[in-house]
């Protein structure tokens, strides 16, 4: 026993897990009537691995009712950033919200960009214990998850350091250093903890190894993922969390026509009509759509309202294809299986609910393909969820970001890099009642936005029943 527990730790740090909950056999992290905050910095504040998750969640279980709230701002850091000192980050921006789930990404700011400084280290060490413990004494039931930085690029480029560029050394390992220590106090403290170094490190090494230049665009400028680096991040945390990976998974026999297995759907109506098989699907999930795969996604999305890309499915995005391959996205999360044995016909086209998905032969049926690949109805209707989840993000950064904090006159505190630019509203609601409660009624008119986007997301993720034939085809 001692040895197969020694083993399963191994694996979960491998895989950036932390050992506080043994994914692969809890049950999923997140309940029904859980709300998550995502709190951090610019990595945050891009929206795409937190997007990414909100939409696995909403495809995966359409029945589960959690709320999302993104809180990342750019620049920020233990101590707070332009965006004001910590305790009003906090206060402002993540307990009104009551989350009973906080997401926890800092650090890559807090190290500096230079070798390791005790002192720079013991002001994170500071401030990460005083956010902890005000979370805990304004949240009392809430479940913390820590999370290591996402890498400095130190692999695809030669190591260094951005603000001391004659310094030897690589400022990953800084980040790595900080790392360790989340991890412990993790332990200590009874937090959940994962990493998104040491998964997205891989798939740079793996990248490299294939393609240096696209693999150079999963970090461009070192700091930032680009969207598909931030899919790493987000497999990696739903992996953590326990998320299946399988969508469905059928098995049909052609030549009686029975239903060997069907997992997570229901499957009914099977019937062969002159060599065509047929049958119905009611599934309990939608597969995942990938954010970036179908189109290019900048590296920060303009401010103002900004719609999801719509996905161009003519087009497969290199980086990533490079990304997804590399991390074995299909694999861990998304798989769609279909098998059908015993087929009379070399090979078929399948059509769902009568458009075409692929051509596909005996063989390859009967080893069976997965839909997630392909152009499907259940993949159109899944890009639809992601689109409404973006955009329920971009409703709460137009008002938090655009209204409440340039009327809150928080653009005249000392600021951090990563400031926005541009004019100043000339009234300070701080002095102005009259201003302030204006304010604060535009605020209710997104949150009540954001509450109809929140729920066309829920009902776009409802699955449908869907028809699928097997087409015989000659030659």
């Not at 990460?128 to 005000?134: P, V």
């Not at 179908?294 to 003519?314: E, I, M, S, V």
């Amino acid at each position: 026993m001692k040895q197969t527990l020694t083993c399963a730790t191994i694996m979960l740090c491998m895989f950036g897990v932390g050992q506080i909950v043994n994914a692969a056999k809890a049950p999923f992290f997140l309940k029904n009537g859980d709300r998550v905050c995502f709190y951090g910095y610019s990595i945050t504040a891009q929206r795409y691995y937190t997007t990414d998750v909100e939409t696995y969640v909403l495809t995966h279980y359409p029945k589960l009712k959690v709320k999302f709230v993104n809180s990342g701002i750019g620049g920020d850091r233990v101590t707070g950033g332009w965006a004001g000192p910590i305790d009003l980050r906090l206060k402002r921006d993540v307990f009104p919200f009551k989350p009973n789930v906080i997401v926890y990404l800092l650090g890559q700011n807090d190290a500096g960009y230079k070798p390791y400084s005790k002192r720079t280290f013991d002001i994170y060490r500071r401030g990460l214990k005083h956010i902890l413990d005000s979370l805990r004494s304004h949240l009392p039931n809430v479940r913390i998850v820590l999370i290591n930085s996402s890498p400095w690029d130190d692999f695809t480029h030669s190591p260094g350091f951005m603000l001391d560029p004659k310094a030897k050394g690589s400022y990953n390992n800084v980040l790595i250093r900080y790392g360790q220590y989340n991890q412990q106090l993790a332990k200590r403290d009874h937090f959940f903890w994962v990493d998104f170094n040491a998964p997205l490190v891989a798939v740079l090494k793996k990248a490299v190894k294939i393609n240096l230049k696209l693999a150079r665009m999963i970090i461009p400028g070192r700091i930032h993922p680009s969207a598909a680096g931030h899919l790493v991040m987000a497999q990696t945390l739903l992996k953590a969390w326990g998320a299946p990976s399988t969508i469905t998974s059928v098995r049909i026999n052609a030549e009686d026509k029975q239903v060997v297995k069907s997992a997570n759907t229901a499957v009914s109506g099977v019937a062969d009509a002159h060599g065509t098989l047929s049958w119905r699907q009611m599934d309990g999930s939608l597969p995942m759509p990938i954010m970036s795969l179908h189109d290019k996604w900048p590296l920060f999305a303009p401010q103002g309202l900004w719609p999801a890309r719509t996905p161009n499915f003519q087009y497969t995005n290199p980086v990533t294809a490079l990304v997804v391959k590399a991390c074995g996205f299909y694999h861990a999360l998304d798989r769609e299986t279909l098998r059908v044995t015993h087929l009379s016909a070399p090979k078929y086209q399948l059509r769902i609910d009568g458009q075409p998905v692929g051509t596909f032969s005996s063989m390859d049926l009967a080893h069976g393909i997965n839909l997630a690949r392909f152009v499907t109805p259940m993949m159109t209707q899944a890009y639809r969820v992601l689109a409404l989840a973006w955009q329920r993000t971009e409703v709460r950064f137009a008002g938090w970001q655009q209204v409440q904090l340039p009327m809150a006159n928080i653009f005249h505190r000392p600021t951090f890099f990563h400031a926005p630019r541009g004019p100043i509203f000339p009234v300070d609601t701080q002095s102005n009642p009259a201003a302030r409660m204006a304010v604060q009624k535009i605020m209710r008119g997104f949150s009540a936005l954001e509450h109809v986007v929140a729920a066309a997301e829920r009902q776009a993720a409802q699955p449908v029943m869907h028809h699928y034939t097997l087409v015989p085809m000659s030659g």
